[in-house]
């Protein structure tokens, strides 16, 4: 069974739009809609926001819905300066940016017996570059952070991407990517960009979240069709 997540109900609708036969069951305090997307069983989760309650949510569909692969669709904030609202980038690994036991001299965003980057499928990877391909669509690539926080400051924003070489920044990629990991589960993370993560970042997100979400859902779809 294929696994979708999103954090926001901005990032699910689109998805729940296009989906038949679906049965929702709520567990604890997140949903999960199974349905059928093209003749595929799907199970998409509506994780709620930040590291903590993805994990949650990637852990139950993988443990209780049978996940063998998970599909995380959302917005982010880009770092990078060639990425423009609207456009898609999908992680080739993933960091907490947030987590800093350096006291002990480990680098940031490093985790004894867990590492610091968590690596995506290369199967599903190659999948969306096919898609692209056949949708004429630009696809960009590289490392996404993660942490519990709504980056809004160019100098923060450029910590971050000097520090980890990161081209977008997020709230939940790295912890789906951590819980993946832990379980052995391929792990494909796509964001399309809402944001520049800088002072400008709160007002473009309200303004572009929706619109973000679903070029995101779009493209995840059309590589569900595909798997
Ligand atoms: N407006 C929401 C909060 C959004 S938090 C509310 O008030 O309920 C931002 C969400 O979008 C997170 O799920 C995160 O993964 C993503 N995101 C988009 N731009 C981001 C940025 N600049 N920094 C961090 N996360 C960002």
């Known amino acids: 069974m294929i696994g979708i997540m999103g954090a926001m109900i901005e990032e699910i609708e689109p998805f729940l739009k296009r989906l038949s036969d679906v049965k929702t069951t709520q567990i604890g305090r997140n949903a999960y809609h199974e349905g059928l997307y093209g003749g595929k069983r799907v199970t998409l989760a509506y994780s709620r926001i930040g590291k903590v309650n993805a994990a949650i949510t990637a852990t139950a569909l993988i443990e209780r819905f049978g996940a063998d692969k998970i599909l995380f669709s959302g917005v982010a904030g880009a770092i990078g300066k060639d990425l423009r609202i609207g456009d898609l980038i999908y992680a080739t690994k993933l960091v907490q940016h947030d987590v800093d036991i350096t006291a002990f001299g480990h ?28 949708k004429g669509v630009k696809l960009g ?20 991407g000097e520090r980890f070489k990161a081209d977008a920044v997020e709230m939940e990629g790295a912890s789906v990517a ?27 997100f309200d303004a572009f979240l929706a619109s973000s979400a679903k070029i995101s859902a779009d493209f995840v779809l059309d590589m569900v069709a595909k798997l």
């Not at 867990?114 to 995506?120: I, K, L």
């Not at 996404?144 to 926080?149: E, P, S």
């Not at 819980?179 to 520049?196: N, T, Y």
């Open 141 to 160: 690539k590289g490392v996404i952070a993660t942490g519990d926080q709504f980056v809004a400051d160019s100098v923060k924003k450029e910590l971050i």
């Open 107 to 134: 680098p940031i965003g490093f985790i004894p017996e867990t590492g610091d980057f968590f690596e995506t499928s290369a199967e599903l990877n190659k999948i969306a570059e096919e898609v692209a391909l056949a």
């Open 178 to 204: 951590c819980a993946c990991d832990a379980f052995r589960v391929p792990f494909f993370a796509l964001r399309a960009i809402s944001d520049a993560a800088d002072m400008d970042a709160g007002f473009n």
